[in-house]
C-alpha cells in the first residue's frame, strides 16, 4: 500500500502570497489531518477533515483554510503570507477508528521570504 | 503551562542502555500517541495507547490514565534509534496536542 503523499515538498513563496498544498491519504482512510511544525511553536494541530467535512479546527488565523475531496485527498490553503508561516506541513491519514494510528507523509517545507 | 510536558528534553545514551522519556498531560484525553520523528522531518507512529502497556520489539510503551502520565522505553539502545520521540494526546478526532520533544542521541 503506498502511504501518505504530500506534494510538494519545497515551496518557497514571497510574502503576500497564497500557497496550496496537498495530501493524498492512505487508500481506504478517510480522515485527514493537518499540522505545522516550526522550531519556535513545535508540531500545532491545524485541522482534520472526514468525508469532505472539516470536524475539528485548531488556533489559527482564517488564513489556514483546507478543503478535502470525495476521494479523500485533501488541500490546504495559507493566503497573505507571513514570514511566520515557514514551516513543515505534515499531513497524516487514518481509518477513523478508536485503535486506528496515525499515518503521516513526510510534510511539505515552506519558506516564507 | 504547556498542555504535555515530556522529559528530558535532550538525553544522550550509550548503546546498550536502557532509556525512559516520560510524559504528563493536563486533561482527560481519548488516547496518547508516541511519535518518532528523524532528522528530515518524516514522522513515524510508534504507538497508540488509551490504557495499560504496549510492545513493539524493544519499544514499550505505557499510560496511567489516573496520574496522566506516560513513559516511553526503549530497552538495548541502538544508534539507529537516535531521533525526536514526541509525546501527543488526542482529543477528538485527531485534535492533537504535542509535546516539545526528546532528542535521543545513542552513541556506539
Keep these: 500500500k503506498a502511504g501518505v503523499t504530500q506534494t510538494p515538498r519545497y515551496l518557497i513563496k514571497t510574502r503576500g502570497q497564497q500557497v496550496t498544498l496537498s495530501c493524498s491519504p492512505i487508500s481506504g482512510h478517510r480522515s485527514v489531518s493537518w499540522y505545522q511544525q516550526t522550531p519556535g511553536q513545535g508540531l500545532q494541530f491545524l485541522f482534520e477533515y472526514f468525508s469532505e467535512t472539516q470536524r475539528n479546527k485548531g488556533n489559527f488565523p482564517g488564513r489556514f483554510s483546507g478543503r478535502q475531496f470525495s476521494n479523500s485527498r485533501s488541500e490546504m490553503n495559507v493566503s497573505t503570507l507571513e514570514l511566520g508561516d515557514s514551516a513543515l506541513y505534515l499531513c497524516a491519514s487514518s481509518q477513523d477508528r478508536d485503535d486506528s494510528p496515525l499515518h503521516f507523509g513526510n510534510g511539505t517545507r515552506l519558506t516564507v521570504t | ?108
Excluded at chain 2, 488509551?50 to 496511567?64: Q, V, Y
Design chain 2, 1 to 108: 503551562k504547556n498542555e504535555v510536558e515530556q522529559s528530558p528534553q535532550n538525553l544522550t545514551a550509550q548503546e546498550g542502555e536502557f532509556i525512559t522519556i516520560n510524559c504528563s498531560y493536563s486533561v482527560g484525553i481519548s488516547a496518547l500517541h508516541w511519535l518518532q520523528q528523524h532528522p528530515g522531518g518524516g514522522i513515524v507512529s510508534l504507538f497508540m495507547l488509551s490504557s495499560g502497556k504496549k510492545k513493539h520489539g524493544r519499544l514499550i510503551a505505557t499510560i496511567n490514565i489516573q496520574e496522566k502520565h506516560s513513559s516511553l522505553h526503549i530497552t538495548a539502545s541502538h544508534p539507529r534509534d537516535s531521533a525526536v520521540y514526541i509525546c501527543a494526546v488526542a482529543y477528538n478526532n485527531n485534535d492533537m496536542r504535542f509535546g516539545a520533544g526528546t532528542r535521543l542521541t545513542v552513541k556506539p
